[in-house]
């Protein structure tokens, strides 16, 4: 399955992120994120994080996961390709994400995110797999 | 995409209504400033959709506008303003933008072309090298958290006492380059730690320092004011508050969802979030985005003062003989209480401006004393291989909340600007044209690619056309530095 595709929108990037399960969808809305602000192709790393979020339904818990993201990249330069998250419950996941050091790999950069945006944020049940649409401000 | 079906009704050559019978839940009716050319463009997208959605915001004034520029964004449309009466009205961080106080700056020199032709590439190099730009860049400033704070409140006067630039700037900068009530408290220590090392920083995407010559004058007088002739170099700087506005608009967004339910609005996006503007939240976020605001300022002129002395270096010449002085400075992603006569009385309005600048007419009380007489500058840039303008307010810009476009206003989206670009070069392209530009990002040139805007000299028309601003300058790009 696809993990995710880039849809046209004027100003920002939009893509559609695909996951069999919603643990799944919110790994490949990171991945999408990071596949856009650098080069993933081939990295491999040597730091991992834990995460642990809270927040009132899983469309604010997505962009809460993706946040956390962002903010470890620009503040603790760290470039993730690879997560795996557990939906505890419908506003707690825990989550671990591998990421290398930003600074081994400017060369890798690509797309400056500032956030990824609540703008027509819902997260959708096909029959066998969910969807859902980001905008992300670059 | 499919093209907005909504209803668009055509009130004369430059006005386009929305009426609020469009969707319940709207408050007044949206109005777009556009051609009948430009509104086919902005029927592409949903930027329409967000104008309206815009006018479901409590205590909004008279109508939700759209300059010609406006494409689809997030929340309110990019080339939006909303006006909300500040006691029955709310604030939305969504209808402000994420890169909180992004703007323009533009710079005279005394060069003319002749001088700065030869030495244009040497020029561009040591701008691209000096000036650091593109993701994850650091900046020149190294403060402490303490000094952070301090920043945050005195805005570009806390970098100009630090040596990036001189008093004189402050004169020509909006609100002085430091807006009153901002409170560092309610900026989180995330959205610090964020901005931390990126003063001085230019940041990516169409964040730009475009070194340009004037190509065409307009209004001889004011031009005479501003110190600007056909031939002569000027420098135009755009970028914003980097990281710290960036977080600063994330959590007062996420916030904000909360205040929906707790002051029983609605509004058909959550990225139009939104509180009272005199309720706790409301005056948290105000105190934090004026932080935002402070630093972005701070931002432009750190930039343009590493700029003088690259262009210092180049020429070998005096700053006094240089004559590189700030025309002026102004935002385009900010709110502002400003004062309008509405129903023959007196209000307080919260104008929200996502991609629109401020445009105050003649003998204005808040402009500089040199501008009485002309009117707020308006620096508007176009695209890399275009035309960059230099404006004026007038009194008629009152009907916007004195409000006008911020730029050419994207056509394109980014990945079909490069699919557009494959196979080209770019930079070869513009070199033929004798721009030379050079970019940090690997796809900047192709997302930045002139076809992916619109052309401005068409918004500059539809803005003159309805009499929301004056002509004074038009600019063309030399050399470009992309983030």
């Not at chain 1, 809270?54 to 690879?82: C, M, Q, R, V």
């Not at chain 2, 501008?371 to 004026?392: A, F």
Request: hydrophobic fraction near 40%; charge should be neutral.
């Amino acid at each position: 399955m696809k993990r995710y595709e880039q849809f046209s929108h004027t100003a920002d990037i939009g893509v559609r992120v695909f996951g069999r399960t919603l643990e799944e969808l919110f790994e490949n809305a990171a991945f999408a994120m990071f596949d856009i602000i650098a080069d993933l192709d081939g990295l491999k790393g040597d730091i991992t994080r834990d995460f642990e979020l809270t927040a009132p339904n899983y469309e604010e818990l997505l962009i809460s996961w993706l946040d956390e993201l962002l903010y470890n990249f620009y503040t603790k330069g760290i470039i993730f390709y690879k997560f795996e998250v557990t939906l505890v419950s419908a506003d707690l996941i825990n989550a671990k994400a591998f990421g290398r050091a930003v600074s081994d790999n400017r060369n890798r950069l690509k797309t400056e995110i500032k956030a990824a945006t609540y703008y027509n944020l819902k997260i959708i049940k096909k029959d066998d797999y969910y969807e859902v649409d980001i905008i992300f401000d670059v | 995409m499919a093209p907005w079906n909504g209803p668009l009704e055509k009130i004369d050559e430059f006005r386009w209504r929305i009426p609020k019978s469009y969707m319940n839940g709207m408050r007044v009716d949206g109005v777009i400033y556009a051609d009948d050319k430009m509104i086919e463009d902005i029927r592409s997208d949903k930027a329409a959709e967000q104008v309206a959605n815009a006018a479901f915001l409590p205590g909004i004034v008279k109508y939700s506008l759209a300059m010609p520029d406006c494409h689809w964004g997030y929340g309110l449309c990019i080339g939006g303003v909303v006006a909300t009466d500040i006691d029955t009205g709310v604030v939305s961080p969504g209808a402000i933008g994420f890169d909180i106080n992004c703007g323009v700056r533009l710079v005279k020199t005394n060069l003319k072309e002749a001088e700065v032709q030869p030495k244009l590439k040497d020029l561009v190099y040591a701008l691209y090298n000096d000036i650091p730009a593109g993701v994850g860049s650091k900046g020149d400033i190294k403060v402490s958290a303490k000094e952070e704070r301090e920043l945050l409140v005195e805005g570009s006067k806390w970098v100009v006492e630090h040596g990036y630039g001189r008093q004189e700037d402050l004169e020509y900068t909006e609100e002085r380059g430091a807006i009153k009530g901002a409170d560092p408290d309610k900026v989180s220590q995330r959205a610090c730690e964020r901005g931390k090392n990126q003063a001085g920083t230019l940041g990516s995407g169409n964040h730009f320092l475009e070194t340009q010559v004037i190509d065409e004058v307009y209004d001889e007088t004011a031009a005479a004011v501003f110190g600007l002739e056909k031939g002569q170099i000027t420098l135009m700087i755009h970028s914003g508050s980097r990281g710290l506005g960036y977080q600063v608009c994330d959590e007062y967004s996420k916030d904000f969802i909360r205040c929906l339910s707790k002051y029983n609005i609605n509004v058909p996006d959550r990225q139009l979030a939104c509180a009272p503007v005199k309720s706790e939240e409301g005056k948290a976020y105000l105190g934090a985005m004026k932080c935002a605001a402070n630093y972005a300022w701070a931002n432009r002129q750190c930039l343009m003062h590493l700029a003088r002395l690259v262009f210092e270096k180049i020429f070998r010449i005096s700053p006094k003989d240089l004559g590189m002085d700030l025309i002026y400075d102004v935002a385009h992603n900010i709110a502002k209480m400003e004062k309008y006569d509405i129903d023959a009385n007196e209000k307080v309005l919260c104008v929200h401006r996502k991609g629109a600048t401020r445009a105050f007419p003649p003998g204005h009380p808040e402009l500089p004393a040199k501008y009485k007489k002309t009117g707020q500058p308006v620096i508007i840039p176009g695209d890399m291989g275009r035309n960059s303008y230099l404006l004026v307010g007038t009194k008629k810009a009152e009907e916007t909340f004195y409000s006008t476009f911020h730029g050419a206003g994207r056509r394109l989206s980014r990945s079909a600007a490069i699919r557009a670009c494959r196979g080209r070069s770019i930079s070869g392209e513009l070199e033929k044209k004798g721009i030379l530009v050079m970019s940090s990002g690997r796809e900047t040139l192709a997302e930045e690619a002139p076809e992916a805007y619109k052309d401005v000299n068409e918004v500059v028309s539809v803005v003159t056309g309805a009499g929301i601003s004056k002509k004074v300058c038009r600019m063309r790009p030399l050399g470009v530095i992309k983030g």
